[in-house]
């Protein structure tokens, strides 16, 4: 193999081969600054890998004009294109010599763990954050084989092959090298931010990956650049750090490298830098000025050796070697894609405008479901307040808009009218310099949806595979109708009523319809928009799901002794209170069914109580929703309660349970789904939710009725597919940007389990001849 470049020796003429980010840290380290050692897997060992490969073609051709025939505006084929040749990388076997070379290299550190870094050295080459990720490993031959595979692979998502023929990029240009380095713990980590308007200085517990990710609010450190006083410096709210092999309870189920722990209340009140490091830092700067210029970031971090802190520079990037916007805010991507626009900040969320301009990043503190109509008017989403399941991030999901969600400050951060960058895969904001992008100019990676039944003019014919999991769709907007009936998907598993009505109400409660008289025009509506979902689905199944309305997601109830309550006057328990507004969708439910339509069926949300869900089963059963014998009554598996009483509700008639991983998960950890910072560890992989799952599969099985899942948890945590399915979840429902992921996730989950059960039997049979044979000769 070629040889190995490492940080010490790189030269100027090795520049192209080791990429920027190493040849950067090579010069500072070669210069005696405390850089992090290592070395460059360099790019012509990618080139030589890509030539093993059982492959028609150079993966690296002109793939616009060979005869894999790519169209970057076709989504479905650039995502069959991409994922044939990603696994054609994963699945090939890296030569036993480069891995041999590369561990021995690496053992010289005796370090446990390594980050691979890609680095690159590619003209033309802007805004390339997000396509190519860094990698953990064990310091061990097959980890190492399998993190350079996945790096390489990288090169070939669909995001990246979309993002060379924009720039005009042939994939021979792209020189992509390794950087390896060993990775220890570290007592802290953060960013120096250098530039003309002074530095900044975050900092957090542990490896960097919090801030990096966005999970925690670093301490910030404002620093005068002439002098390196501290002008200002804020307690930041680090709840979590990452560690290698912490002796405290990890919050991740997935045994990922690093693991992540709550850190301890105590230690959350203290700043993560002691003054003596800090100041060490702030000599750091003063010191690069001279090497760098007046404008550059680097990472840094703080480790323990023989019980002495020792500050290390773990990554630099200048103008020349950065992308040229600042990210001056980081929060939680909530909803894929990137989209550049100017900003429409509105400070006080209580005062919802009448209208918005339209193609505006809107900027505010947090949002409520009756925001919709006014959602359709902007092209990109920020709020600071909010998780993956808050209002914000489920309605930019259901629309299809880029959107960063707790995004700290933001609407004092971000001025009305500024240039923005939302990358909602990234969960990063960026302010754009007027040179930087032209008016007009989009980064949205999001296209409308297709479908992915193959076309004629698919070159790539792979076909999708049989699942036997069913795959169903949330829904709540018929414009959306077109694009998601033609998905592989078996039905709608989740038609949100209160999205569906938000346009009509405008904020009002619909028992204030009811009130004004105001009912006949709300029963209309409802029956209209449930017929066209049943028109355009059937036969296939449509599951409407009640009105769950709580009073604070409504600005404006208008109702009198209305109580601003989460968990009260909600769910089934409304119904009982008042059954006016739920008779009115049974009465459109009905009206639906005489219309021809038997394909409407109703799950009952937020059931505490049997008997709730006898009281709500008699109304459906006086109205003739029975009669229809295909017509099915479910409800929502999202109150703890039902692990409990789950067959006295099947006793009582329910036909089957849908799982509402967002609320079920908040009821039982006791975290409140605006809170970003928990809800990002204590979700729905911890093992308390999993156990609960896993129970009501179980209890579903055993009673013989369907159980499906619909919460965003799927979705976000594909990995949890795999358990599903080998728990026998009936169907999963998706938003319908994560169907195809989905079901590939799903015909995977099914394939290593049919696998799985073919090796048992096969090793029985041996086993079972084995004793054959021994009997006889006996």
């Known amino acids: 193999m070629d040889r190995l470049y490492w940080l010490d020796q790189i030269k100027l003429q090795d520049r192209t081969k080791v990429g920027d980010k190493a040849f950067y840290l090579s010069r500072l380290r070669q210069r005696g600054y405390p850089v992090v050692p290592g070395f460059v897997v360099p790019e012509e060992l990618l080139r030589l890998f890509l030539e093993t490969l059982n492959t028609s073609e150079s993966l690296v051709a002109n793939l616009p004009n060979s005869s894999l025939h790519l169209d970057v505006g076709n989504w479905r084929q650039l995502q069959q294109v991409a994922s044939r040749l990603r696994q054609e990388i994963i699945n090939a076997n890296v030569p036993q010599e480069w891995v041999s070379t590369i561990f021995t290299s690496a053992k010289e550190w005796q370090a446990e763990y390594l980050i691979l870094r890609p680095t690159l050295a590619t003209p033309k080459l802007r805004n390339t954050g997000g396509l190519l990720e860094s990698s953990f490993c064990p310091c061990d031959e097959v980890a190492i084989a399998s993190s350079l595979k996945n790096i390489w692979s990288q090169l070939f998502r669909a995001k990246s092959l979309l993002y060379w023929r924009r ?140 019980s002495v802190p020792r500050l290390y520079i773990t990554q630099v990037s200048t103008p020349k070697s950065a992308i040229p916007n600042l990210q001056f805010i980081k929060g939680v991507g909530a909803a894929g894609g990137r989209v550049t626009a100017n900003a429409h900040v509105v400070v006080n969320p209580q005062l919802k405008p009448a209208q918005l301009p339209k193609k505006v990043i809107l900027v505010v503190p947090k949002i409520t479901a009756d925001w919709l109509p006014l959602m359709e008017q902007v092209v990109g989403l920020v709020t600071a307040e909010g998780g993956m399941t808050s209002h914000a991030a489920i309605l930019a999901r259901e629309l299809g808009i880029p959107a960063v969600v707790n995004a700290a400050d933001a609407t004092v951060i971000i001025h009305n009218g500024e240039r923005l960058l939302v990358d909602g895969d990234r969960g990063e904001v960026y302010r754009l310099r007027d040179d930087e992008v032209s008016e007009g100019e989009t980064q949205k990676l999001k296209t409308p949806l297709q479908p992915l039944t193959p076309s004629p003019q698919t070159v790539v014919t792979s076909h999708l595979p049989m699942i036997a999991t069913q795959l169903l769709v949330n829904l709540s907007q018929t414009s959306l109708i077109e694009q998601v009936q033609k998905l ?225 948890a799927p979705a976000t945590y594909p990995e949890m597919i795999d358990q599903l399915v080998k728990l026998g979840i009936t169907s999963i429902s998706v938003e319908p940007e994560a169907v195809e992921r989905t079901y590939q996730a799903i015909a995977r989950a099914e394939q290593r389990l049919i696998l799985a059960t073919a090796r048992q039997v096969a090793s029985l049979r041996d086993a079972t001849r084995t004793l054959q044979f021994k009997i006889k000769d006996n």
């Open 167 to 306: 720039m005009g990029i042939n994939l021979q240009q792209v020189n992509l090298g390794i950087l390896i380095q060993p990775v220890r713990n570290a007592i802290a980590s953060g960013l120096l931010k250098v530039n003309a308007t002074g530095w900044i200085i975050q900092a957090t517990w542990g490896l960097g990956n919090a801030i990096a990710q966005g999970e925690v609010l670093p301490d910030t450190y404002y620093i005068q650049q002439e002098t390196g006083v501290i002008l200002e410096r804020h307690l930041g709210n680090k709840i979590l750090a990452y560690h290698l092999n912490h002796d405290q309870p990890v919050l991740t189920i997935d045994h990922s490298i690093p693991n992540v722990y709550l850190v301890e209340e105590a230690q959350q009140q203290e700043y993560a830098l002691q003054e003596e490091l800090l100041q060490q830092v702030i000599t750091l700067g003063h010191q690069l000025v001279s090497e760098l210029g007046k404008n550059f970031t680097i990472e840094w971090t703080i480790a323990e050796e023989n």
């Open 488 to 712: 592989p998907v078996d039905g709608v598993g989740l038609l949100r009523s209160e999205l569906m009505l938000i346009s009509l109400l405008k904020g009002e409660h619909p028992h204030l319809w009811v009130i004004e008289g105001r009912q006949s025009e709300l029963l209309a509506y409802l029956t209209e928009q449930i017929t066209q979902f049943a028109r355009a689905f059937a036969p296939r199944p449509v599951f409407y799901r009640s009105l769950d309305w709580r009073s604070h997601e409504l600005s404006s109830t208008n109702l009198p002794s209305t109580q601003q309550s989460v968990l009260g006057d909600r769910g089934t328990f409304s119904y009982v209170q008042n059954s006016a507004v739920f008779d009115l969708e049974l009465t459109a439910i009905a009206n639906v069914q005489k219309a021809g339509y038997g394909n409407i069926h109703l799950i009952l949300p937020f059931v505490r109580s049997v008997a709730e869900f006898s009281y709500c089963k008699q109304k459906v059963e006086q109205i003739g929703l029975t009669q229809i014998p295909q017509f099915q009554l479910w409800i929502m598996a999202e109150v703890p309660s039902v692990l409990f009483l789950l067959p006295e509700y099947i006793k009582a008639g329910v036909a089957g349970i849908s799982i509402g991983t967002n609320d079920l998960t908040q009821l039982l950890l006791g975290v409140d789904r605006e809170q970003a910072q928990l809800t990002r560890v204590l979700n729905e992989r911890h093992p308390a939710v999993m156990a609960a799952i896993s129970q009501l599969i179980q209890m579903s099985i055993d009673a013989g009725i369907p159980c499906s899942i619909c919460g965003q």
